[in-house]
């Protein structure tokens, strides 16, 4: 049985494309993850996921734990037969949920307790529990419990939490190793922490180095810092983390979010954005992002994507979703979602057959310059 092989196959400039491999199949990278918050992938079956080109999915350790709880789901076989999702599973730690939706929490070296945002019952979260909770859910890749908190905060607040998501790294390991998940073909992931401060991710880099992990996420992005910023933390964070081992970045996004990254070497990425995005009448297109509920696709004929080879493109036009869309329909959330997550694939295949083909500037500055959002596109 393969635990787990990270092998690259080709660079181009910091990027990479290769695969991993474990159990249940190999992951191509640059890799996106759709988001399965509770168990599922909003608004699409798990054949419909698999055959847009998805080879993992994203499990939310802090929701699945309040509902249905992990306890079940691990007597109901697992989350891979829970949900029909038999490819690999990474699943988060949780962590950033209790610090963005939890009422009335509680931060100690213990872990955080918490109110549930669905019934108000109360919960420790700690790094011990949080590793239990992922292997009763049966995950592949398996998340190291870490405090998340504002790149705004103060200095010493953002160093405070990145030092104790290091030492709560090394419970994770410690955890993780003592139960059962290595033996099962489980991952570990470290996350590395320290806002945008170079000096804070390369002491959070060192730390998890020294502990020791199967892969490595760049945390504490995307949460309101703006692209910018964003880019100017990846030109330097992911080449402090092992160059032989996966780079994953948490919460990324969207697509020329993901171009960009990848070309400063992130290989692994997760967003709620296809899914949410179709459920509100938003598709993205090679053409940049279009709002279905606009009154000018009232009678437009043609496909969301003209280059798209989804089933949604092959079958219904602009001028139908746009009803759907404007009536509420589920039928209208389902093929948007679907037309979505065929566009994340697509655009990950993309990417690594450009970098294979040592073609990835040309690729990225052409997607840019096309993506480019047009005037009045989105409301």
């Known amino acids: 049985m393969i635990r787990f092989r990270f092998n690259v196959h080709a660079t181009d400039g910091r990027a990479r494309t290769g695969e991993i491999a474990m159990r249940r199949g190999v992951i191509r990278t640059p890799a996106f993850m759709p988001v399965g918050t509770a168990a599922t992938?909003?608004?699409m079956k798990p054949g419909d996921v698999a055959t847009a080109g998805a080879d993992i999915i994203l499990g939310n350790t802090y929701h699945l734990m309040l509902r249905p709880g992990?306890?079940?789901?691990a007597r109901l076989g697992g989350l891979h037969r829970f949900s029909g999702w038999e490819r690999p599973i990474l699943t988060d730690s949780g962590g950033y949920q209790v610090m963005s939706l939890a009422d009335l929490t509680k931060r100690s070296e213990e872990g955080v307790s918490f109110k549930s945002h669905l019934d108000g019952t109360r919960h420790l979260l700690s790094p011990e529990r949080s590793m239990e909770i992922q292997r009763l859910l049966g995950s592949d890749i398996v998340m190291a419990f870490d405090e998340l908190v504002p790149t705004t905060s103060a200095p010493e607040v953002q160093a405070a939490a990145m030092e104790r998501s290091m030492r709560w790294a090394k419970r994770s390991?410690?955890?993780f190793d003592a139960g059962d998940e290595h033996a099962a073909g489980a991952a570990l992931f470290g996350i590395q922490q320290g806002a945008l401060d170079e000096r804070l991710r390369k002491a959070s880099a060192d730390a998890l180095?020294?502990?020791?992990?199967?892969?490595y996420a760049v945390g504490g992005l995307a949460v309101g810092e703006g692209q910018e910023a964003m880019f100017g933390c990846l030109d330097y964070a992911p080449g402090q983390l092992a160059p032989d081992k996966p780079r994953y970045l948490m919460g990324v996004g969207k697509p020329d979010d993901i171009v960009g990254a990848v070309e400063r070497g992130i290989d692994m990425f997760d967003c709620v954005l296809p899914t949410?995005?179709?459920?509100?009448?938003?598709a993205f297109t090679r053409e940049g992002p279009i709002n279905l509920r606009n009154a000018r696709f009232a009678e437009d004929q043609g496909p969301l994507d003209p280059d798209c080879a989804c089933p949604v493109c092959a079958t219904w036009s602009r001028a139908y979703l746009h009803h759907l869309v404007r009536a509420g329909e589920i039928l209208g959330a389902m093929l948007m979602t679907e037309h979505n997550i065929w566009f994340y694939q697509a655009l990950m295949a993309d990417l690594r057959a450009a970098i294979a083909?040592?073609?990835?500037e040309a690729f990225?500055?052409?997607f840019r310059a096309r993506y480019a959002r047009p005037k009045g596109e989105l409301t």
Do not use: C
Not at 276 to 282: D, E, K, P, V, Y
């Open 70 to 73: 992990a306890e079940r789901v």
């Open 41 to 43: 992938v909003k608004a």
């Open 173 to 175: 390991r410690d955890a």
């Open 209 to 215: 180095l020294g502990i020791g992990f199967d892969g």
């Open 357 to 360: 083909g040592a073609r990835l």
């Open 276 to 282: 949410r995005s179709g459920r509100t009448g938003q």
């Open 364 to 366: 990225a500055n052409e």
